[in-house]
């Protein structure tokens, strides 16, 4: 069964160093999403990629955080420096695609679990 | 944006009792989804719920969205400690999910 991949599993980085997250999708998925998990909470978008394109950042705090999908295949997240308030799971998730009038189901990754000390 | 109200938070139970945990929200979501998340590990999709009214069952699970489209529930028949973990509901606003804060259940032996 095709499967989200993510790496690492489990990061440890001190606070104003940078950190990246890498996410490699189902094969053949267009829309890839990256969202953040804190502990007792439900995940939240940063970003959602249509092939290479950025659909929707609204919510990614651009001052530390950049994302990208460069071919349209796998994606990078990177946050730059770290916050000790970043310290959370980092989820990636793929659909077929989006839109055009009906939803597409969200497959997500195992995840990277931040902590900045 | 749109809120989903999950409840109860927590619930723990012994093995082989039934329970049920629910999704609200003001609002109406053209779909419903269901997950559940092991610790460490991302969500797994357990269903989606597009039609009001609409029941699905996935072995001792059963779905339910409600007739408006604004909730949703999930009901466990005899429940066992392999259905321990974190269950969120997610509906769909603008181009991706918004979550509620989930349910934690505790199955034990």
């Known amino acids: 069964e095709a499967e989200v991949a993510q790496s690492p599993r489990y990061k440890i980085t001190e606070k104003s160093q940078a950190v990246a997250f890498w996410c490699d999708p189902i094969?053949?998925?267009?829309?890839l999403y990256w969202y953040r998990q804190i502990l007792g909470q439900g995940p939240e978008l940063l970003v959602q990629?249509?092939?290479?394109?950025?659909v929707d950042d609204s919510q990614l705090p651009k001052d530390r955080f950049s994302a990208e999908r460069l071919k349209g295949v796998d994606s990078t997240l990177k946050i730059q420096p770290a916050e000790l308030g970043d310290s959370a799971m980092y989820l990636c998730?793929?659909?077929?695609?989006w839109g055009q009038g009906r939803f597409y189901e969200q497959y997500f990754g195992p995840g990277t679990r931040l902590t900045v000390t | 944006t749109q809120l989903l109200e999950q409840s109860p938070q927590f619930l723990s139970i012994q093995e082989g009792e039934n329970l049920t945990v629910y999704c609200n929200s003001s609002?109406?979501?053209?779909?419903l989804q269901w997950y559940r998340q092991e610790p460490g590990e991302g969500p797994v999709l357990l269903v989606t719920?597009?039609?009001?009214?609409e029941v699905k069952k996935l072995k001792r699970l059963t779905f339910q969205f409600g007739d408006a489209r604004k909730d949703s529930s999930l009901h466990i028949t005899a429940a066992q400690p392999g259905d321990t973990g974190l269950y969120l509901c997610?509906?769909?606003?603008?181009?991706?999910?918004?979550f509620g804060k989930g349910t934690t259940l505790s199955v034990s032996s």
């Open positions: 998730a793929s659909s077929f695609t």
């Open positions: 094969s053949g998925h267009a829309t």
């Open positions: 990629f249509q092939d290479e394109s950025v």
């Open positions: 609002s109406v979501f053209s779909s």
């Open positions: 719920v597009v039609t009001g009214g």
């Open positions: 997610a509906g769909e606003e603008g181009t991706a999910l918004i």
